[in-house]
T-cell receptor, first 114, second 113 residues
Framework: AQKITQTQPGMFVQEKEAVTLDCTYD???????LFWYKQPSSGEMIFLIY????DQQNATEGRYSLNFQKARKSANLVISASQLGDSAMYFC???????????WGAGTKLIIKP | EAGVAQSPRYKIIEKRQSVAFWCNPI?????LYWYQQILGQGPKLLIQ????????DSQLPKDRFSAERLKGVDSTLKIQPAKLEDSAVYLC???????????FGPGTRLTVL
């Protein structure tokens, strides 16, 4: 069965520190995509970063990078130099090959302390 | 480029009443999605459109929920009659095509009393 697991329900991080949010996935598809979204308390789901299963290099977008370890089936999000505005829920999602739909994790609540 | 628009942002209704949500996707996006997100959970796909056709509505409670996407652009999601367990955030998303990155609107927070 296809599944996304986010084992950290909540995290507290000091401002300006780097933070790693864990995501492991389970799939037998040879081709898949992995996404990270941010959901502030306002409710909007904001796309952060994407990694394709065949991409050789880890994806980066500004302060966000994705630590993709295919053999371990992990796709951790790394946020460098955290800011107060990074406080939010973070969701990892996987695109299924069969129907292109997203399978979502339960999310991690990140709180940045000043 | 304008993002996904949704209205209303908030809605409070009594159980057994009806409610409708509206979504305008990003211009040129063929695929439109409606999700239900219960507090503390990830989003659950209710229905997916490709242009004005339904691709998947397997998780849509069809006895009370309906959705349409007239002319392959705007979409409306309706609940009639509402139940207490329908209290949730309803998110609309669009993508250029199936499998592409999904971009979300601000959501509609529904409270059923």
């Amino acid at each position: 069965a296809q599944k996304i697991t986010q084992t950290q329900p909540g995290m507290f991080v000091q401002e300006k520190e780097a933070v790693t949010l864990d995501c492991t996935y389970d799939t037998s598809d040879p081709s898949y995509g992995l996404f990270w979204y941010k959901q502030p308390s306002s409710g909007e789901m904001i796309f952060l970063i994407y990694q394709g299963s065949y991409d050789q290099q880890n994806a980066t977008e500004g302060r966000y990078s994705l630590n993709f370890q295919k053999a371990r089936k992990s796709a951790n999000l790394v946020i460098s130099a955290s800011q107060l505005g990074d406080s939010a829920m973070y969701f990892c999602a996987m695109r299924a090959q069969r129907n292109y739909q997203l399978i979502w994790g339960a999310g991690t609540k990140l709180i940045i302390k000043p | 480029e304008a993002g996904v628009a949704q209205s209303p942002r908030y809605k409070i209704i009594e159980k057994r009443q009806s409610v409708a949500f509206w979504c305008n996707p990003i211009s040129g996006h063929a695929t439109l999605y409606w999700y239900q997100q219960i507090l503390g959970q990830g989003p659950k796909l209710l229905i997916q459109f490709q242009n004005n056709g339904v691709v998947d509505d397997s998780q849509l409670p069809k006895d009370r929920f309906s959705a349409e996407r007239l002319k392959g652009v705007d979409s409306t999601l309706k609940i009639q009659p509402a139940k207490l367990e329908d209290s949730a955030v309803y998110l609309c998303a669009s993508s250029f095509n199936r499998g592409d990155t999904q971009y979300f609107g601000p959501g509609t927070r529904l409270t059923v009393l």
